[in-house]
């Protein structure tokens, strides 16, 4: 049994951690010691994990404000905070801000000399609170292992977590070891930190880094500054003119327009800068130099329109940029939304645009089979992709579908500021209608005006004409299958694009199948979803 003076002891300690995790001590530390006034959404309950000395994974968007649930617990448990991060260019910014705040930080990377690095570990002996930057590879290094054991360690903090699964979009090998924190310090709290993982993934990050029953905390991904517009297009020539149309109506703020290839990203910046002024591309095909003057610009404002591939990612952080285009549909929709995601973050309204055509799933499809990854990771990326392609062929609300799909405590039904929810709104772009009568050589302009006066007319003001329905009773079919879908989307927590798409659904309704082997000739069917839904299908469509 404990003695009067151990539990006297166990019992000021108890109160001295409560007081430490009372709201209003947390808020006068956001004040004091930061300057903030209120917490962002989600921000108080991942301090308050870490404060607990629990292992926690997080999910911000972007501009979240992921960086202060490291930050403040340093200050609060005055002890040494190491941030993993794979971008230099983003430690040095944080450190920066720390040290004008009075909060001491430093960072190590590669290119640092040996007195700048003997200075960072010099305050950290002298500083209770520091916050220190590390590159992942410098994890591994046998003499920093060492190091690590015999300091005040209060958190790990591991920034782009997604990074550590094979099931993640950027799995990097160097985050791949970062397990050897828990060999090194298993009495260390972990917090991963990202802003775009789905259940899946989240679940491999915390058994990559051996983190013990981690609180998840999914919070921001409802934007409602952000407009978001999928279209369907006919052929290039088609989008690109629907490109222009978004030029044209975003006069001002920054644009980014990504692109599926280096090729693709060169080609239209040199056709766009014939209507545009400040054009120019970003990929990892060019010069460190070249890349690095192209952003300065880009930094500057002396570019406004940049085209780009994905190489233009992690890090970028501009407060006014206006309308992001995706100019091929990207391999997952983890990658389109944390892309999406770089638009309007001052809070101000912004326009992101999906430019799909058939095409773009095969340029994915043979990045796919040109990769070597393990046959799990293969399959996943199939999964990924075929979630993109209903997402941009699907005609529910767009917001609905992405909180859905990252399981982000906040759900809506209808948000107000997406093409489907608001086909007539002034942030919609619209259809170039005379495209092809203004350019292309003379021999194909009267075969294109033709193919698309016909694709035009398929399309009313709203998408619902697309739908190609051949008669009332299968349009009744169609309305009774998406209400059902609604509701099982609902029921079992998932998106309704992941059930399947709005092309499906048309055949669906046109095709009437009576049974298991007629539902196998739906598009979108083979023996895996007929096994799941079938019998469930035939039963709403009245042939059970």
Known sequence: M????????????TSSHQELLSDQVLQNVLQERFGLNTFRKGQLNIIKS??????????????????????????????????????????????????????????????????????VFSRIKTCGTFVLYLSPERVQNPGFADWI??????????????????????FRED?????????????????????????????????????????????????????????TCIDDEFKFHFLKNAITKTPEGRILIYCGTRQQAEDLAT?????????????????????????????????????ATNAFGMGIDYPNVRLVTHYQMPANIESFY??????????????CLLLYSKKDKGLQSYFIQQSTAARDVISRRWDGLNAMTQFAE????????????????????????????????????????????SEGKSGEKSEKKVKLKKALNRESKTKKSTFEIKDSQAEARMLLLKDWRREYAKENDIPAFIIFSDRTLIDLANKNPMSLQELENVFGFGPAKTQALGEILLKELGHS
């Open 175 to 231: 985050f791949h070891k970062l397990c050897l924190l828990r060999d090194l310090r298993p009495d260390v709290p972990i917090l991963a930190l990202t802003a775009t993982a789905t259940p899946p993934v989240l679940a491999d990050v915390s058994y990559q880094l051996r983190m013990n029953k981690p609180d998840r905390h999914t919070h921001g991904f409802y934007r409602p500054n952000l407009f978001y517009q999928a279209e």
């Open 149 to 170: 054991k015999k300091q005040n360690i209060v958190l790990f903090a591991i920034d782009e977590a997604h990074c550590v699964s094979q099931w993640g979009p950027d």
């Open 50 to 119: 870490v404060l607990q000395r629990k292992d926690a994974l997080a999910v911000m968007p972007t501009g979240g404000g992921k960086s202060l649930c490291y930050q403040l617990p340093a200050v609060v448990l005055n002890g040494l905070v190491i941030v993993i991060s794979p971008l230099i260019a983003l430690m040095k910014d944080q450190v920066r801000q720390l040290n004008n705040m009075n909060i001491p930080a430093g960072c190590l990377h590669s290119g640092q000399g040996l007195d700048e690095k003997r200075d």
């Open 271 to 307: 056709r766009l800068q014939t209507y545009f002024e400040g054009v120019s591309y970003y990929h990892a095909g060019l010069g460190a130099e070249t890349r690095k003057e192209v952003q300065e610009k880009f930094d500057r404002a002396e570019l406004r329109i940049l085209t």
């Open 394 to 437: 699907s005609y529910e609300c767009r917001h609905a579908g992405i909180l859905t799909y990252f399981k982000d405590f906040e759900r809506i039904t209808a948000c107000g500021h997406c093409d489907v929810c608001a086909s007539t709104s002034e942030w919609i772009v619209e259809k170039p209608v005379f495209a092809y009568a």
């Open 338 to 351: 944390q892309e999406m995601g770089r638009a309007g973050r001052d809070g101000q309204m912004s326009r």
């Open 2 to 13: 404990l003695c009067q003076k151990e539990m006297l002891l166990l019992e000021t300690r």
